[in-house]
RNA sequence: CGGAGAGGUCGAGGUGAUCGCUGGUGCACGCAGGCGACUGCGUGCGCGGGAGGAAAGUCCGAGCUUCACAGGGCAGGGUGCUGGCUAACGGCCAGUCGGGGUGACUCGCAGGACAGUGCCACAGAGAACAGACCGCCCGUCGCCGCGAGGCGCGCGGGUAAGGGUGAAACGGUGCGGUAAGAGCGCACCGCCUGACCGGUGACGGUCGGGGCACGGCAAACCCCACCCGAAGCAAGACCAGACAGGGGUCGCGUGGCCCGCGCGAUGACUCCGGGUUGGUCGCUCGAGCCCACUGGCAACGGUGGGCCUAGAUGAAUGAUCGCCACCGGCGCAAGCCGGAACAGGACUCGGCUUAUCAACCUCUCCGACGG
RNA sequence: GCCCACGUAGCACAGUGGCAGUGCACUUCCUUGGUAAGGAAGGGGUCGGGAGUUCAAUUCUCCCCGUGGGCU
């Protein structure tokens, strides 16, 4: 997951939240917009508010979350994808319970 | 051996493999910009760096920055036994006094209640220049009784020892004394007070004097002593960009006020409306860390030598597997299964407080047993 | 990251150093053929938690926990 796959600017980040349409799962929730960078690579940035628990349960959701998508093939080309972490996020236990609910949204984002 | 008290140290699993992240640096390639040197972004490879003891809570103190910020006063806030340490502190060290504990030890926002004001509910006779409800004692009146004496919704007086109320009842205990009592007298304790001695001081000790007049609450107002201008790195500085101006006041500029000071009419301030989804700096060398010697009971200081140790910005340390080490359970054993906390920088330090896993060490006290 | 404010009955709020209250809601009864409205009676509280000051704390002091808001 190297930089170009990543919403990296706060400018691209809201670009997607107001024209995004939401997507949701148990645990997450996606707002999907049509990709913007050069080759129509897509990309996928992620939100963990102070809601989902103090800063290593919000870092743990952020990085188990992205080494699911690392290994597993994410981001659609031609997306832009923001995922905001519910509150439930904090309970989730390893890659594998992660994986699970990341699985069925990306079936939804990639046929969106 | 058992129980208890005080303090300190180290770590925050290690290692290997594979796949990854971050920003720094070197090289290569691609894209964009530039006449160019080159710059920015992305990708790949190499090299080295990459969270804590509390990074947390934001409870104190500072550095730093801006407010034109230098001054005086009032108001406001803070601290509150003494001495010391420190850049500073509400922190730390050493002591004093008071409470707790057999003890080691521990806890304490621990100045002033004759500078003033205020408050002490309920209960109780009486609650702050106290107070006779019951009781006790004396005298007197009446009644009963042979008498000693007894009785009284009688009267007058004495009495703060006893009962009872209360958080608290105007020194405590004992002896004497008295009609009953009372510091009325005496002894001890307490209190007040004077002198002397020790101590930098808080304070302590000794001797003498006074029968005692002094309730509690200042985390109630307050008084006294000392300290404090305000805001906070989203401070602030610079660069680039966007938009649309219009109205009000005459004075405005700190954190509340006054004085003072400064600025001001092509000016200053303020309100309404509009615009602002950038970048660079601040940003890590600092009251810094380690070692040795040294002054000090200690906190801490001095001298010399060595070291550079995260600087991100939608925000980086992760995942999987193996081995070793730690803890728990099962098992004769080999081994098997399970567990491993609290929690992550966001300008930086010094403290405090709170959360929490494990190992080790030192000193001390009490009890029992043995020598 | 920084700075504020607030936690009292099921809900919304008063209160202040001495018994914790108001409105709505709730329960029972009256009224009605029945319901609503109305009337009467009643129950319900670790005053967010823990220490401390005080004779006495919801109130004063300190430390925690939770909730909400503001600052680019």
Redo the contacts with the bound molecule.
Sequence with gaps: ???????????????V??AGSKIGSRHFLALVAPGTA?GSVGRV???????V????????V???A??WL??HGWVPAGRDV?V?AKDSAASLD???EVGADLARLRDRVAAW
């Design positions: 997951m190297t930089k170009s796959m990543r919403l990296r600017r706060r400018r691209e980040f809201l670009a939240q107001h050069v940035g992620f939100t963990v508010s102070k809601r628990g103090n800063a290593v349960a919000r870092n743990r952020k990085r188990l992205r080494e690392r290994t923001v905001i390893g890659l594998a």
